[in-house]
């Protein structure tokens, strides 16, 4: 089993950023993709973007293309979600997983190992 902690989450203002952490308790997980997912109440949780394993690919959101940038350090067993100019519509818990192979996607059930989350607002 993988333990998956989140943590960088806050409360900012619109125009600010933030950067959210992901570390992994087993060094497994660096053969393995990572992905960043948000959820809102009542809404389906969706994709942010993902990493493969040696970082060589990442995967956006149309919605956070040009704003957030996803990367790995593997020594850390540690991947990032930088978020820069962030927009009330990004409030949300932001959710860390590790993926069941080496390279996934968007898909959710490319994923194995989630973490509980971190809640990020952005107010206006």
């Known amino acids: 089993q993988v333990q998956v902690t989140e943590t960088g989450g806050g409360s900012v203002q619109a125009g600010d950023s933030l950067r959210l952490s992901c570390v992994s308790s087993?060094?497994?997980?660096?053969?393995?993709?990572i992905g960043w997912f948000r959820q809102t109440p009542g809404k389906e949780r969706e994709f942010v973007a993902s990493i493969s394993w040696r970082g060589e690919r990442t995967t956006y959101a149309d919605s956070v293309k040009g704003r957030f940038s996803i990367s790995r350090d593997n020594v850390k067993n540690t991947a990032y979600l930088q978020m820069n100019s962030l927009k009330p519509d990004d409030t949300a818990a932001y959710y860390c997983?590790?993926?069941?192979?080496?390279?996934?996607?968007?898909?959710?059930?490319?994923?194995?190992?989630w973490g509980q989350g971190t809640q990020v607002t952005v107010s206006s």
């Open positions: 997983a590790v993926g069941r192979g080496p390279y996934a996607g968007s898909d959710r059930q490319g994923y194995q190992y």
């Open positions: 087993k060094r497994t997980a660096s053969n393995n993709a």
